[in-house]
């Protein structure tokens, strides 16, 4: 997986999500390789054999092509899975990466220094009336909009009350230093673009880890019930993506408009890696057609 339980702002900031799409790529060209490998299989080795043999070991052969062929569907199956939930990830990443390298780069013009944790230090600045010196600086902590636990941004008062502040004890009233609402601005667009990669992450590292075959040659009916688990599995991670990718929401001439202008390889990729998604579509619009 790209990020991890652990992942920091500085791994998010840094993480190349065209190596996403590059190893989505290789799935994507091990799918096309096990689909044209099972059309072999089936055509030029069983389905010549069948026509030009009667034999009782020639039947024995092509029963043995015939699972030879379930596993390659088995693997074309999968790998356009696997494939379709690398794009999914890598495409849902780019906006809460872009948001956070944004906060990152005003937190550098303002001169402000963001720790490891995602705190943000201002520096002093404004003048007190009193004194004529500058109001000190200070550091602030990002509301990354959970109620609870998740956000570090909110503590426990006396209480037992959620309370937005960037620590228990900090002054109730509005800081005179014009640093502070910035740094505060800052922060939270920092935990809150961390918090959705988080959620990101989680939803296709469930969906992945399902994506494991069992071992040994043998693809049955609970194998495909599997396949079928590992599908929605999928599909519901990449929800989000699929919304923005696909015409949901359009009427049955526009969904075949839509796939009409599609590649023949573009509508392969959507049927291996969404086949459920897609047979949705193409109820009364002719989307999935081959």
Known sequence: ??????LTWQRFRDLKLSELTVAADGWRAASAFADAARERVDGDMGGR???TQDSESARAAVKRLKR???NYHYIHTETGLVRGALDGLATELGAPQRRLRDALDDAASLGYTVNDSGSIDYPAGGKNDLTGDPHPGGSVVGNNGLIGAGN?????DANGMLDPAPAPGTPALKSPNPHRAKAQDVADRLAHAMREAHEIDARYSSALHKLKAAPGLTVDTRTWADVGSDVDAVSQAAQNYLEKQLPLDKSPAERKEWWDHLSQEQREEYLSAFPGVIGKLGRDSGVGAR
């Open 152 to 156: 570090p941004g909110l503590y426990r």
């Open 1 to 6: 997986m790209a990020t991890e339980p652990g």
């Open 49 to 51: 054999l069948t026509k």
């Open 68 to 70: 030879l062929s379930a």
